[in-house]
């Protein structure tokens, strides 16, 4: 009974101890009566919501010492706020704002973002990441070794390129997975594929320069180009890729998803790979090979990224933990031409100074023991465990033209003539499955119909049984 007893003091002094306030302090005016001046500024303080209802009031002692004023002025400050019914006194605890106390509307702050942004996604999102119990379980094992004994790393600001130890294990990675021609030294950790092409934007090109993109696109791709200036072309893709005869010839650069193609699928030829890096090379242009999800294959193994095949360094690589991950990891990476490295870990250094170690150190065990390979294993099952339950329910629905992708984590879904793109999106987030239009993805071309679906971070049967009721409501349509 005596240690229940001691149990329930110790909460009860943690529940009534007050916060800092060294943001709450109230502003006295210079000259004039302090008690009624305090009782103003306490008063509004409560009123405004900044002193919550039940909150604790800091010791008329304290409040003194920070106001250089009488502690007798606190005391009579107080006891008006009492007498009013906005502060109740707990004899042995304190004064405390009271529960129920008048507030003042405050003016509604104006809406700058769509609060659908934070929602939980529907079923069918992209970019929705798998939760693998086993990989997050022994996540939480490695960073609770690496809190337990952290190394100096995490204590002060480090390589901008990111911890050796992680480019070390991602180049041995890179080169048995992926085929990629790259060095510790080569690699730049960033946070993502999104920071990737930012920096890549923002340290390669100026203003006004010109830029090709598949099309249709990746839009948040045509996003970094455009919001850094530069001018965005389109490059048609058919069943062999992107086409690079049809570049514009002001082009510097060429945006790819050579492996699976965003959003159509389609994995780029080799004459077409052969084609674009001899493009690179007689015009001094660039190419960004987006790698976002080769993992992710059904049908044999992983397909080999085109940086690999190019003798003459003009292929800029990236990739992200993102997808084969989770998203909330914030890691990727860059393989950079050594003439473009100096530049683009200054920017890194200037912008962000450095990736986050102690995920670094984490995800590097996570490589060198071998698990992050058991995972992948795990993490294509689930996936495509996934696609064939969000074929189930399409395929109720006679309307739609659906191919089978043997990779990636979304496929495209076509529609008759008589239905826009834009109609089925409503009709699908109503029925309870999230799709993208895929005529927004146009960037040049004439926009195609057709519906992109996610499969990934979600339950077969959820996503089975959200497709059903879309394809339902299709046939009634």
């Known amino acids: 009974m005596t240690l229940d007893r001691k149990s329930t003091n110790s909460r009860r002094k943690i529940q009534t101890n007050s916060p800092d306030w ?65 502060a109740v006194a707990r004899p042995g605890a304190g004064t405390f704002v009271a529960d129920r106390v008048p507030t003042v509307r405050q003016a509604a702050a104006p809406a700058t973002m769509d609060d659908a ?3 939980m996604p529907l079923p069918g999102t992209l970019g929705v990441a798998m939760a693998d119990a086993r990989t997050l379980s022994l996540f939480r094992t490695l960073l ?4 337990a004994r952290p190394g100096p790393e995490h204590f ?19 080169r048995q997975a992926r085929g990629v021609r790259c060095t510790a030294q080569s690699i730049v950790l960033t946070s993502g594929t999104q920071q990737g092409l930012d920096l890549v934007a923002r340290s390669l090109f100026a203003p006004g320069e010109r830029v090709m993109i ?39 650069a060429v945006y790819v998803t050579p492996s699976h193609q965003f959003p159509l699928g389609v994995t780029m030829s080799m004459r077409r790979r052969l084609a674009l890096i001899d493009w690179a090379r007689e015009t001094g242009g660039w190419i960004i090979e987006d790698d976002y ?31 084969v991950l989770f998203p909330g990891l914030r890691l990727g990476y860059a393989v950079l031409p050594e003439p473009l490295l100096e530049r683009i870990v200054a920017l890194r250094a200037r912008s962000d100074r450095s990736p986050p170690t102690l995920a670094e150190a984490a995800l590097t065990d996570l490589i060198r023991e071998g ?51 834009t109609l089925a999106v409503d009709i699908a987030r109503k029925a309870g499955l999230g799709v993208r239009a895929l005529s927004a993805m146009a960037v040049t071309q004439p926009p195609r119909q057709g519906l992109v679906i996610g499969f ?22």
């Open 117 to 119: 942004a934070v929602r």
């Open 293 to 323: 999800d080769s993992e992710f294959r059904y049908a044999g193994p992983p397909l080999a990224a085109m940086q690999g095949m190019d003798d003459s360094g003009r292929v800029i690589y990236l990739g992200t933990f993102s997808k």
């Open 371 to 421: 698990h992050f390979a058991a995972h992948l294993r795990r993490a294509r099952r689930q996936a495509q465990s996934a696609r064939d339950g969000l074929l189930e329910g399409l395929h109720m629905a006679t309307c739609l033209a659906v191919t089978v992708p043997d990779q990636g984590l979304h496929l495209v879904a076509g529609l008759p003539e008589s239905v826009p793109d």
């Open 214 to 252: 598949e099309d249709p696109c990746y839009p948040s791709a045509r996003a970094a180009f455009i919001g850094n200036g530069l001018a965005v072309s389109g490059l048609p893709v058919d069943g062999e890729g992107a086409d690079i005869a049809r570049a514009v010839p002001e082009a510097r």
């Open 144 to 147: 609770n070794r690496h809190l």
């Open 22 to 86: 060294s943001t709450l302090v109230p502003v006295l005016p210079a000259a004039g009566k302090r008690t009624p001046a305090l009782y103003r500024e306490l008063r509004r303080l409560i009123e405004a919501g900044t002193l919550p209802a039940g909150g604790k009031l800091p010791t008329s002692r304290d409040l003194a010492a920070r106001l250089a004023i009488a502690r007798g002025s606190v005391v009579a400050a107080f006891e008006m706020l009492i007498a009013e019914g906005y």
């Open 156 to 174: 002060h600001y480090g390589d901008p390129r990111g911890g050796a130890a992680l480019r070390q294990a991602l180049a041995a990675y890179l």
């Open 456 to 477: 990934s971070g979600f339950a077969p049967e959820v996503l089975r049984d959200a497709a059903s009721c879309f394809s339902a409501a299709l046939a009634r349509l």
